[in-house]
């Protein structure tokens, strides 16, 4: 079993950055394979970003290509998500997810052992 929790949101005005950590704890050494997705009241959860355990291949979403990076601690017990240029569009909870076994193919469509409780990301204009 894997835990997961999420820390960092709050609330920005457009233009600011924000870090979000997710910190990993249980059977750490199991995960393969992390992201951060995000879920606006009314919209569908979207995946934003995506990082790849042993080798550290990350990618992104377009919408935040650019302006959002995904990392990992060294001793991959953390991943974190800095926020840049934050609009509006942005503000949603944005959840953390692991998994053990990561096939290639989409990783934001496909279902996640692992989730954190969220964290809320606010953005005014």
């Known amino acids: 079993q894997v835990q997961l929790v999420e820390s960092g949101g709050g609330s920005v005005q457009t233009g600011g950055s924000l870090r979000l950590s997710c910190a990993a704890s249980?059977?750490?050494?199991?995960?393969?394979?992390m992201a951060w997705f995000r879920q606006a009241p009314g919209k569908e959860r979207e995946g934003v970003a995506y990082?790849?355990?042993?080798?550290?291949?990350?990618t992104y979403d377009d919408s935040v290509r650019g302006r959002f990076t995904i990392w990992q601690d060294n001793d991959k017990k953390a991943i974190y998500l800095q926020l840049n240029y934050l609009t509006p569009e942005d503000a949603a909870r944005y959840y953390c997810?692991?998994?053990?076994?990561?096939?290639?193919?989409?990783?934001?469509?496909?279902?996640?052992?692992?989730w954190g409780q969220g964290a809320q990301v606010t953005v005014s204009s």
């Open positions: 997810a692991a998994d053990n076994w990561c096939p290639n193919g989409p990783w934001y469509r496909r279902s996640w052992t692992y």
């Open positions: 990082i790849y355990n042993s080798n550290g291949y990350t």
């Open positions: 249980g059977n750490t050494p199991s995960i393969a394979c």
